[in-house]
């Protein structure tokens, strides 16, 4: 489905797709079964300009649109989704946070190495007591004159142990999620300690950790925007970040469907292609309309954002109609691949395991029903 693709984005999409079939594809299966990308096609990603896409020129990014940034994280999400986390994440909730909110020092100092790819970043919020509700996160900062020192403990940052610098989210105050606050801290700083969390489901390839700061002292210039600005920092990103999401999840849903219709039209049974049995085509048929759907849920958020006009609400329904379809239709591959589907030798399982979590991560699917819901009534149901 090509809806008025202009040439530039059409030739960022066929290059990132050749690119990622050629370095990624063939060998996402050992990544996963080594729990570990391998790292040497980091900088060969930001050569094509994965992590520069939406970061201006003037701090070593292409600049670009946000239509061709969710085209990139769609072709990332075909190819494994744990390539497109590390680029979602440093670019997008590191990097666009510290786009938004930073000083030019900060802009300066940090978006130059993450378009380049030579400094991941990760994105401090979640913690083992407080996921979705994060503005009752309990780690703190205290300031200490021209200093601020943190104390506290984060779970299941992507890029965790592989960041040169993390987003930490600490209170400042008791105010609730008035009380919050944004540090960029380098993770070389005493005190910082990054622990890979082994055994995940899915996105087995992707660096996820957990995070301990014992008293963690960084000077006050680390404070990204102002005290206090904390949670309208990570819920203004978070928005954007559910689009990668679900622009990912399209990915997932689109890669399930081309693999199963390249396995049905190749292996036979009784005697004719499984592509010729009816109830194969039904499967075949429901991610067909879902990787259309949830694309043109996308790219309307892609529009918004580029017209600067509101999509929070379109955000949360892009990013729980395309998790969910991207679990629908991994489960719909598995089942036009049979029992190969089960094994890894196929890349249907894997689909699926790494389809689960995006149903969890960026608000749970029930969050985003909440958010939705709100909006269609005025009525706030999460207190």
């Given amino acids: 489905m090509d809806l008025s693709l202009s040439d530039e984005q059409q030739a960022f999409r066929d290059l990132a797709r050749e690119f990622l079939d050629r370095e990624a594809v063939p060998h996402r299966t050992q990544?996963?079964?080594?729990?570990?990308?391998?790292?040497?096609?980091?900088?060969?990603?930001?050569?094509?300009?994965?992590f520069g896409l939406t970061i201006p020129e003037e701090y070593g990014g292409l600049g670009g649109d946000y239509l061709t940034y969710v085209l990139g994280m769609e072709e990332l999400g075909r190819a494994d989704s744990a390539l497109r986390g590390i680029v979602s994440v440093s670019n997008g909730l590191f990097g666009k946070s510290v786009l938004?909110?930073?000083?030019?020092?900060?802009?300066?100092?940090?978006?130059?190495?993450?378009?380049?790819?030579?400094?991941?970043?990760?994105?401090?919020?979640?913690?083992?007591?407080?996921?979705?509700?994060?503005?009752?996160?309990?780690?703190?900062?205290?300031?200490?004159?021209?200093?601020?020192?943190?104390?506290?403990?984060?779970?299941?940052?992507?890029?965790?142990?592989?960041?040169?610098?993390?987003?930490?989210?600490?209170?400042?105050?008791d105010d609730g999620p008035r009380g919050v606050s944004a540090f960029l801290v380098p993770t070389d700083t005493p005190g910082f300690e990054a622990r890979e969390v082994k055994?995940?489901?899915?996105l087995r390839g992707q660096a996820t950790a957990e995070l301990f700061l014992s008293d963690v002292r960084v000077p006050a210039s680390a404070l990204l925007?102002?005290?206090?600005?904390?949670?309208?920092?990570?819920?203004?990103?978070?928005?954007?970040?559910?689009?990668?999401?679900?622009?990912?999840?399209?990915?997932i849903v689109q890669g399930c469907l081309e693999e199963s219709v390249a396995y049905a039209t190749t292996r036979k049974q009784f005697g004719k292609p499984l592509a010729g049995f009816q109830l194969v085509q039904e499967l075949i048929s429901d991610m067909s309309v879902d990787a259309d759907a949830a694309r043109?849920?996308?790219?309307?958020?892609?529009?918004?954002?580029?017209?600067?006009?509101?999509?929070?609400?379109?955000?949360?329904?892009?990013?729980?109609?395309?998790?969910?379809?991207?679990?629908?239709?991994?489960?719909?591959?598995?089942?036009?691949?049979?029992?190969?589907?089960?094994?890894?030798?196929?890349?249907?399982?894997?689909?699926?395991r790494d389809a689960r979590v995006m149903t969890l991560y960026e608000g749970t699917s029930q969050i985003q029903k909440l958010l939705i819901g709100r909006a269609e009534t005025g009525v706030n149901a999460f207190v």
């Fill in 31 to 50: 990544w996963d079964r080594d729990e570990q990308v391998d790292l040497a096609i980091i900088p060969k990603m930001a050569e094509i300009g994965f």
């Fill in 100 to 173: 938004g909110f930073g000083t030019e020092e900060q802009k300066q100092e940090w978006l130059p190495q993450i378009a380049s790819g030579s400094a991941l970043g990760c994105f401090g919020l979640t913690e083992p007591d407080t996921g979705s509700d994060a503005g009752n996160l309990t780690s703190r900062a205290r300031r200490d004159g021209d200093s601020y020192v943190l104390n506290g403990q984060k779970l299941f940052i992507t890029n965790g142990t592989w960041a040169k610098v993390a987003l930490v989210f600490a209170r400042t105050s």
């Fill in 199 to 202: 055994g995940k489901l899915g």
């Fill in 225 to 251: 925007g102002e005290e206090g600005q904390g949670f309208k920092i990570a819920m203004t990103t978070l928005d954007k970040g559910r689009v990668s999401v679900a622009a990912g999840c399209v990915g």
């Fill in 296 to 352: 043109l849920l996308v790219w309307r958020c892609a529009d918004l954002i580029e017209r600067g006009l509101p999509f929070r609400t379109e955000a949360s329904k892009a990013k729980l109609f395309a998790s969910e379809a991207a679990v629908r239709a991994a489960n719909n591959a598995i089942q036009v691949y049979g029992g190969a589907g089960y094994v890894d030798e196929y890349p249907a399982e894997k689909y699926l």
